[in-house]
């Protein structure tokens, strides 16, 4: 089974709409991490959090929010969706302990916005 | 603030090396990474280098590490049709971002048969 879980994985919607992006992981660890990726431009960060209690803007929050509801859980929120949205989601996890502090991805989700 | 830069893609043939070249601004990175996706898929850490360390091998896998002109190099030897994907350098950041990474842009590596 997959360490790192994302819910949907493919998403169509129209221009605001709310829409929930779920990230779920087994690996036990506090650091979860939400980056979009568009063609050309890489992965930017969104939001990060580094325990239940801890959410920290990334390089680009404006537009989105997260929960982070439990070590294993943080959602990520567009409250009313526009079409530069639609990227490619990535969910990571890491912790600080381990080999080099690896971050783990999940399969991503593909997020249209018409 | 920090800045990753590499070459958006790469083409070469079956059995050849490929050098993929990245350079950085910010050098308090206490590890640099090599990260792969492949097609439809996640990134998956591929390889990294300690900072102290200017080169390490990993069967097909070379990672140059040059400190002086903050540049980092991924070699792939013998590359194979599998290994078509995109590569991504990383780096550390820290600072208020307490260990986040920034990555490049990626490159896609093609190999043609």
């Known amino acids: 089974d997959a360490d790192v879980t994302q819910t949907p994985r493919n998403r169509i919607t129209k221009t605001g709409k709310r829409i929930m992006l779920e990230c779920s992981q087994t690996?036990?660890?506090?650091?979860m991490y939400w980056y979009r990726q568009d063609p050309g431009l890489g992965l930017r960060l969104i939001y990060y959090?580094?325990?239940?209690?801890?959410?920290n803007k990334g390089e680009i929050s404006d537009g989105y929010s997260v929960s982070r509801q439990a070590q294993a859980k943080f959602s990520l929120s567009l409250e009313s969706a526009i079409p530069n949205q639609t990227a490619l989601y990535f969910c990571a996890t890491s912790d600080p302990g381990t080999s080099a502090n690896e971050q783990f991805f999940g399969p991503g989700t593909r997020l249209t916005v018409l | 603030g920090e800045d990753v830069e590499q070459s958006l893609f790469l083409s070469v043939r079956e059995g050849d090396s490929s050098v993929i070249n990245c350079t950085y601004t910010?050098?308090?990175?206490?590890?640099l990474y090599w990260y792969k996706q492949e097609p439809g898929a996640g990134l998956q850490l591929l390889t990294y280098i300690f900072s102290n360390m200017d080169m390490k091998q990993d069967q097909r896998l070379t990672v140059l590490l040059n400190k002086k002109d903050k540049h980092l190099s991924l070699r792939i030897a013998d590359t194979q049709t599998g290994d078509s994907a995109i590569y991504f350098c990383?780096?550390?950041?820290?600072?208020?971002?307490?260990?986040?990474?920034?990555f490049g842009k990626g490159t896609k590596l093609s190999v043609k048969p």
């Open positions: 990383a780096i550390e950041t820290y600072g208020g971002s307490q260990g986040n990474l920034i």
């Open positions: 690996k036990g660890h506090d650091r």
């Open positions: 910010d050098s308090s990175s206490t590890y």
């Open positions: 959090s580094f325990d239940v209690k801890d959410i």
